[in-house]
T-cell receptor, first 117, second 110 residues
Framework: DGGITQSPKYLFRKEGQNVTLSCEQN?????MYWYRQDPGQGLRLIYY???????QKGDIAEGYSVSREKKESFPLTVTSAQKNPTAFYLC????????????????FGAGTRLSVL | KQEVTQIPAALSVPEGENLVLNCSFT??????LQWFRQDPGKGLTSLLL?????REQTSGRLNASLDKSSGRSTLYIAASQPGDSATYLC?????????FGKGTTLSVSS
């Protein structure tokens, strides 16, 4: 079955540590996204990538980094510079970058819950 | 800057009741609007997508409407069931990514 796989489901970070969240999709989608969800805050965009080897910052990119070396993979690193990393992280993908008149549905992974030790 | 608001934040209804969830957005220049469902601790599942040129979309017991001029969308759920209990989020697309509301948490009691 096609879909988006996020791992691990739960992750714990120690003080000063960098951690990497995995996101893999087998939908052959061009664009991939990382969102952060906090209780009562809705989803906020961290980074997105529309093609391989290219990515752009979203609204809350500080303290995070990404790479897009393969079409199917878009890992997110939470660096030690992110002082409040505890949140639910969601990866998403879409067939092609959205534009007016398109009917592209965004698909989501099951999420990774990150906590600080 | 586009802002999306969902009212109410939480809603409790008895089984069988018809209900309406509301979503408003500040900038009418959108490509489309999507309604998602999120179960606790899970990812999002797309329910309905309405393109900017459309007025409504239907899927089973769900009907979503879009009024771009007033910046509003509604999600109508007919004959609610306990399995409908979840958080419902609306999101608009006007560029490269979605802008989400904070969601409405629905609880349907049997």
């Amino acid at each position: 079955d096609g879909g988006i796989t996020q791992s691990p489901k739960y992750l714990f970070r120690k003080e000063g540590q960098n951690v990497t969240l995995s996101c893999e999709q087998n939908l052959n989608h061009d664009a991939m996204y990382w969102y952060r969800q906090d209780p009562g805050q809705g989803l906020r965009l961290i980074y997105y990538s529309q093609i391989v080897n290219d990515f752009q910052k979203g609204d809350i990119a500080e303290g995070y980094s990404v790479s897009r070396e393969k079409k199917e993979s878009f890992p997110l690193t939470v660096t030690s510079a992110q002082k409040n990393p505890t949140a639910f992280y969601l990866c998403a993908s879409i067939a092609a970058p959205t534009s007016i008149g398109t009917k592209n549905i965004q698909y989501f992974g099951a999420g990774t819950r990150l906590s600080v030790l | 800057k586009q802002e999306v608001t969902q009212i109410p934040a939480a809603l409790s209804v008895p089984e069988g009741e018809n209900l309406v969830l509301n979503c408003s957005f500040t900038d009418s220049a959108i490509y489309n609007l999507q309604w998602f469902r999120q179960d606790p601790g899970k990812g999002l599942t797309s329910l309905l997508l309405i393109q900017s040129s459309q007025r409504e979309q239907t899927s089973g017991r769900l009907n979503a409407s879009l009024d771009k001029s007033s910046g509003r969308s509604t999600l109508y759920i007919a004959a609610s069931q306990p399995g409908d209990s979840a958080t419902y989020l609306c999101a608009v697309t006007a560029g490269t990514a979605l802008i989400f509301g904070k969601g409405t948490t629905l609880s349907v009691s049997s």
